[in-house]
């Protein structure tokens, strides 16, 4: 299979070309929104109530949204999302170049952002099948998967270029770019939808609508562990990664923001090459035999491989680590993605993906303030020993339960595609 095949499908060839560069747009600002917050404050803790003030919202309207995207036209939905975000990054690029951009309106740009990404996010994850035929979806995913990953190689590197540079304004400013572009892919999946019309199905109240997806959920044993597992690894893996990385970098070894965009970039290295080498492997040995078994005990060695970020080791050793544990951890996430989109209809999958989003991000907040707050009395290097070993730890009592360990034996609960 090529991975490049889905692109010669019109529709699916305008949806990634614009979410992959705004994806790129979106990894600069993550790289000049922590420098800009590091040296504006030099707390942890600023930084981690940045990431708090976005998750909340997120968390808040998830649901709604999942329902919504189920309901009404996705490239729609996508569109608003992105002209309102594109619009919010302007206005903090303006405040920035003006020197009038203070901490508390990049909290409410975060919780704006938070809302408005709880209506995207099970868009993005919905609209793939609705717009690609069915002999295309394994290049669809596969090049989406991996194009999020490069851009997580090349924006952390062009963000840090750019602020080092022509500094933090300018790198927002990139973002908003991004985000113009990302409109006029969208407008012809707009009137594709309205010319089709291919959500015209009746349905009753929002709450049946989000029991209906509630009850796949729960009869799916494994995806249930793994939203448990998914939101403790956001405290263990995620959030010392956001929050605790950029103090490791600067205070530990010594670093500057170009060594932060070498680690984010070999964390994305890395991610490209397990994800390449997981879809060759559920492509060779159809579907990967044993896949919670695999997924899972690639998640350990992932974890171990954390632990090396806080040992006395050089820049190098730990982007070693870096990217090794991006291979490690992206085979998993790959795995369980494919596995969602096997089992669960397309007529739910709007509504079952937020919420496994949902579950999966409950404990952001949380993970957020309380890494913020023990980067600040810890330090950094113990952050990522405890955090690995955690990580490791989670992991390893996942593969107690069967549904794990014989994943690749479950089917949706009978009955689930009678719901739809």
């Known amino acids: 299979m090529s991975i490049f095949k889905s692109l010669t499908h019109r529709p699916f060839a305008l949806l990634w070309s614009g979410q992959f560069l705004s994806t790129v747009g979106d990894s600069i600002y993550r790289v000049a929104l922590a420098w800009w917050v590091l040296e504006k404050t030099g707390s942890a803790r600023a930084m981690g109530t940045v990431f708090i003030f ?30 309102l975000r594109g619009a919010l990054v302007f206005a903090i690029t303006f405040l920035a170049f003006g020197h009038r951009l203070e901490v508390w309106h990049l909290y409410v740009a975060s919780l704006i952002f938070g809302g408005v990404g709880a ?51 300018a790198a927002f400013g990139f973002d908003g770019l991004t985000f113009v572009v990302s409109i006029f892919c969208l407008l012809p999946l707009v009137k594709l939808a309205a010319d089709t019309a291919p959500l015209k199905k009746e349905r009753g109240s929002v709450l049946q609508d989000f029991r209906e997806g509630l009850d796949v959920v729960r009869k799916s044993s494994w995806l249930t562990i793994t939203m448990v597992i998914a939101a403790l690894g956001n405290i263990t893996m995620a959030a010392p990664f956001a929050i605790a990385l950029p103090f490791l970098v600067k205070q530990h070894l010594n670093g500057s923001v170009g060594s932060l965009g070498l680690l984010y970039s070999a964390l994305a290295v890395g991610s490209i090459l397990g994800t390449l080498l997981g879809a060759s492997l559920m492509e060779r040995i159809k579907g990967l035999r044993a896949r919670g078994l695999f997924a899972y005990s690639l998640w350990i060695v992932g974890g171990l491989l954390i632990v090396v970020f806080g040992l006395p080791v050089t820049i190098y050793g730990v982007a070693a680590a870096a990217l090794l544990a991006g291979a490690a951890f992206a085979v998993p996430n790959l795995i369980f993605l494919t596995t969602l989109q096997e089992l669960i209809p397309g007529a739910l999958l709007g509504r079952v993906s937020s919420i496994a989003t949902l579950g999966a991000f409950a404990l952001i907040p949380v993970g957020s303030g309380l890494v913020g707050w023990a980067t600040d009395h810890m330090g950094a290097p113990n952050i990522f020993i405890l955090a690995g070993i955690l990580t490791a730890g989670l992991a390893a009592l996942a593969l107690i339960h069967p549904a794990i360990r014989r994943l690749d034996k479950f089917a949706l609960p009978q009955g689930a595609q009678a719901e739809t």
């Open 119 to 169: 209506f995207f996010r099970p868009a993005y994850t919905a609209i793939i099948p609705e717009i690609t035929p069915r002999e295309y979806l394994p290049s669809a995913n596969g090049l989406t998967t991996v194009s999020m990953q490069v851009s997580e190689i090349f924006g952390p590197a062009l963000g840090a270029y750019v602020v080092s540079l022509w500094g933090t304004p």
């Open 54 to 83: 976005s998750s909340v919202p997120l968390l808040l309207f998830l649901l709604l949204g999942g329902v919504t995207v189920d309901r009404y036209a996705r490239a729609r939905v996508m569109l608003y999302s992105d002209a």
